[in-house]
């Protein structure tokens, strides 16, 4: 399974969604589905402007995690 880390990213930071979207031109909903690992299909323009906005890798946001761990 993978998950999303934007979250974490953004609170270590201090940034605001609002700040996100207007900057990276992102929808607020998409990035609150982002924010909140309710993403059901990554898409590429999207990881795209969060990596260039936040300047991170894909893997710095997305995290591969076995789902034996989750339960």
Known sequence: MITCKLS????????????????????????????HDKVSSYDRDVLSRLCDYLQVTPADLLKVVEQGKLF
Request: charged share 35%.
């Open 8 to 35: 974490a990213i953004l609170g270590e930071r201090r940034i605001k969604i609002a700040d996100v979207a207007r900057d990276a031109g992102i929808g607020r909903a998409t990035l609150d589905r982002w924010y």
